[in-house]
């Protein structure tokens, strides 16, 4: 949390991606090369971080307490929120629970968007702003709401 609040950020700008990659390479996350990190993006647990080349836009939230994978060609973008952490409510105790999350290729993850532990976004598909997902998304499928819905397929022309 330290690093992620001093160095993680004083690498501002495209000149600056490789240091952002050094910085979550040397905790333990696999990065594309040609990936881009915005400086203002929390990575939670950089070990539970795999990344391709993708974008993850700015003030998004990569809150992995378990397993986070993006593909290729894929945009997180801003504010959007990744969780794989939760609670057993059926225990009084409330233990924490968790589940990985993957984000196929060709996805793009709406502003503000939420996705919760377990999910998979399957390739080409988009979720749309403000969407709250709790379960699979089907590929080249757009889906928005809260809870997300199926709105329609994606057809890329």
């Given at each position: 949390?330290v690093?992620?609040?001093t160095?993680?950020r004083?690498?501002?700008?495209?000149?600056?991606?490789?240091?952002?990659h050094?910085?979550?390479?040397?905790?333990?996350?696999?990065?594309?090369?040609?990936?881009?990190?915005?400086?203002?993006?929390?990575?939670?647990?950089?070990?539970?971080?795999?990344?391709g080349?993708?974008?993850?836009?700015?003030?998004?939230?990569?809150?992995?307490?378990?397993m986070?994978?993006?593909?290729?060609?894929?945009?997180?973008?801003?504010?959007?929120?990744?969780?794989?952490?939760?609670?057993?409510?059926?225990?009084?105790?409330?233990?924490l629970t968790?589940?990985?999350?993957?984000?196929?290729?060709?996805?793009?993850?709406?502003a503000?968007?939420?996705?919760?532990?377990?999910?998979?976004?399957?390739?080409?598909?988009?979720?749309?702003?403000?969407?709250?997902?709790?379960?699979?998304?089907?590929?080249?499928t757009?889906?928005?709401?809260?809870?997300?819905?199926?709105i329609?397929?994606?057809?890329?022309?």
């Open positions: 949390m690093i992620n609040a160095l993680f004083f690498a501002i700008g495209g000149s600056f991606k490789w240091w952002r050094g910085l979550l390479k040397a905790f333990g996350a696999k990065i594309d090369k040609d990936a881009y990190i915005y400086p203002s993006c929390k990575i939670f647990m950089p070990w539970n971080f795999v990344c080349r993708a974008c993850i836009g700015p003030d998004t939230n990569i809150y992995n307490k378990d986070i994978v993006i593909g290729n060609d894929s945009v997180i973008s801003q504010g959007s929120f990744l969780c794989t952490a939760g609670h057993d409510t059926a225990n009084l105790m409330m233990p968790t589940a990985p999350i993957k984000i196929s290729d060709h996805v793009w993850i709406a503000d968007a939420f996705v919760g532990m377990g999910v998979t976004v399957g390739e080409g598909a988009i979720v749309g702003a403000r969407a709250a997902v709790f379960k699979d998304v089907d590929p080249w757009i889906v928005g709401g809260n809870p997300a819905k199926f329609k397929k994606r057809i890329v022309k």
